[in-house]
């Protein structure tokens, strides 16, 4: 239950307004208990409601609307809202809320008439005793369904931290930082109470380094990359099939043979339960699909957003939101790029043909940078071909390990290759690098270990070192 406590707006407002609605509402309360003899009802209960809102929201409008416009006009975003700011645009969003919310029990299939359709949520005063008298108060009540509904669901509810629009606010403390208005709390302790109050206790100081690195993720800018989505798209809409993106249809279940043939019959069964739960497989793969697309789809047109970003137990930070970001699959990585470009520069330039031979593996991905960047420039004509028919060409892109990534760079590079100065070309691109085997990394640092170190790239060497290979040959 919601309270609208109308005697904390200013008082240029209370008077006229709250006067105003209360007496409407106490005639119009009178009048309807007077006839509550359906034979000597003049007008219909939905009529008397219809018009009851109509009068408040004109009241609502003339005395407030104006008023939450120019507060919202001038404000300055990078200061929090008043109380008097919140009060009114609260009133406002409550009103737009009764007005468009509607709820409908279930029908009984046996039963004539039209559907009971009624307010998801009411508007009734109560008054409230206190020691030092009682005052009335304006109320929003929901229907007794829309709560039971509430009760049933709140325990599955999934905050959806989507991406920010303007930069996260900067981390302060455990539960001060991140969203504006979300519950943002600095680690994910899912539930494990002595690791929060752990983190409650520590000193802030020694905080200030994480915060830092938290506010510097969060603060990177972000856009989606339309000419990859397109191509996503597309695949999608055909059916998938390509690169990682699974088939949209399920595979139908193998006919029931017609014998008694207990082999058969198992075999049967057998197949029956394989191909159930490769669909029940697919089902998962494409709804994580969708959901990454309808993300992109919707923040394609930005001109960027922004990750807040927390940590896990173990103390490694990742996006809040879990869906599209950075640090997920090719789909995701081929999908986001940086939303303020650099120019590549020369070795900007060969850290792109580096770059397209990491994403395409095979093996490619072990050579040395100068064998990568030749492996780029050996293949000029597919990666041109790619970048300008990346589904009616060749289609040289769907052989690499991570195919939308390397499209993704096959369509940067072309234009900065084809370019009469490919060094002043902007590029978006993020170049991936990951760590080798980081536990063994600080091991390797922590016992001054030159062999260990060498086996997971901690010292230089002319191509990637491979620590399990190194193990898998001793």
């Known amino acids: 239950m919601a309270v609208l406590e109308w005697y904390k707006l200013p008082a240029i407002l209370v008077k006229p307004l709250s006067m105003r609605i209360h007496k409407f509402l106490e005639k119009t309360k009178r009048k309807n208990a007077m006839n509550k003899n359906p034979e000597k009802e003049t007008e219909p209960v939905a009529k008397a409601e219809d018009r009851l809102r109509k009068k408040v929201n004109v009241l609502m409008k003339k005395q407030k609307l104006h008023q939450v416009r120019e507060i919202v006009k001038h404000h300055d975003a990078s200061k929090p809202w008043g109380q ?45 005793e206190t020691q030092r008298g009682s005052r009335r108060y304006g109320v929003i009540e929901c229907d007794p369904l829309v709560r039971k509904g509430l009760e049933r669901t709140a325990k599955h509810m999934v905050i959806p931290y989507m991406p ?47 915060f830092q690195a938290l506010d510097t993720l969060g603060s990177t800018k972000w856009r989606v990359n339309k000419r990859v989505l397109g191509v996503i798209d597309r695949i999608w809409a055909s059916g998938g099939r390509l690169a990682d993106l699974v088939d949209r249809d399920d595979i139908p279940l193998p006919e029931e043979p017609d014998t008694e043939d207990e082999r058969e019959i198992r075999k049967w069964k057998w197949k029956v339960n394989n191909v159930k739960k490769e669909n029940s497989e697919r089902h998962s793969q494409r709804c994580d699909i969708e959901l990454k697309l309808a993300v992109a789809r919707k923040m394609k047109d930005e001109e960027g957003f922004f990750y807040p970003h927390n940590l896990d137990f173990r103390g490694r930070a990742y996006p809040m939101h879990p869906h599209l970001n950075h640090l997920g699959s090719d789909l995701c990585r081929g999908i986001l790029e940086f939303a303020e470009g650099r120019p590549l520069g020369n070795s900007g330039l060969n850290w792109l043909k580096i770059h397209l031979a990491n994403v395409y593996g095979g093996g490619v991905d072990k050579l040395s940078h100068e064998g990568r960047a030749a492996f780029a420039e050996n293949h ?63 091991y390797a640092a922590l016992g001054r270990d030159k062999l260990g170190a060498a086996a997971v790239n901690l010292v230089a060497g002319e191509k990637p070192a491979d620590v399990y290979s190194g193990i898998a040959a001793r």
């Open 84 to 128: 008097d700011a919140q009060v009114k645009v609260g009133c406002r969003l409550i009103q737009i809320m009764m007005e468009t919310a509607y709820i409908q029990p279930p029908v009984d299939q046996f039963e004539d008439g039209p559907p009971d359709i009624r307010p998801a949520f009411v508007h009734t005063l109560k008054t409230v």
């Open 164 to 210: 920010m629009l303007v930069p996260p606010l900067n981390w302060t403390g455990y539960d001060r930082g991140a969203y504006l208005f979300l519950p943002s709390y600095i680690m994910r302790t899912h539930g494990a109470k002595q690791q929060r109050e752990a983190l409650r206790r520590c000193p802030k100081q020694q905080l200030e380094p994480v």
């Open 380 to 442: 000029l004509e597919d990666i041109f071909d790619s970048a300008d028919r990346p589904l009616e060409g060749r289609r040289w892109w769907l052989n690499a390990e991570d195919s939308f990534q390397c499209l993704a760079t096959c369509m940067n590079l072309s234009e900065a290759l084809r370019s009469p100065s490919p060094e002043t070309t902007m590029s978006h691109l993020p170049i991936h690098q990951d760590g080798s085997c980081n536990g063994l990394q600080h």
